[in-house]
């Protein structure tokens, strides 16, 4: 079963329509499965970032320290 399936097999017990309860909860199993990649995607990007602007801002400091250096011996 794929995403979309569970997703419309969620709706479908929602709305109050007949759902077998096993096809409900492998509904519900596809639909956690997918959200915990999702989650681990997302913080692996999270901190992708972070470590990106913690670079960016040490690197900043060091060509401003750099440049303030030059300014005063130039």
Do not use: C, P
């Not at 639909?31 to 915990?36: G, P, R, Y």
């Not at 801002?57 to 005063?72: A, I, V």
Request: avoid cysteine; aromatic fraction near 10%; glycine fraction near 4%.
């Amino acid at each position: 079963m794929d995403l979309k399936q569970a997703e419309a097999i969620i709706e479908r017990h929602e709305n109050g329509d007949m759902v077998y309860e096993q096809e409900y909860i492998d509904a519900l199993e596809v639909v956690n499965e997918h959200l915990a990649k999702q989650s681990s995607y997302w913080k692996a990007e999270a901190l992708s970032a972070r470590t990106a602007f913690k670079y960016t801002q040490m690197y900043s400091r060091t060509s401003l320290q750099d440049w303030k250096g030059d300014e005063l011996n130039g």
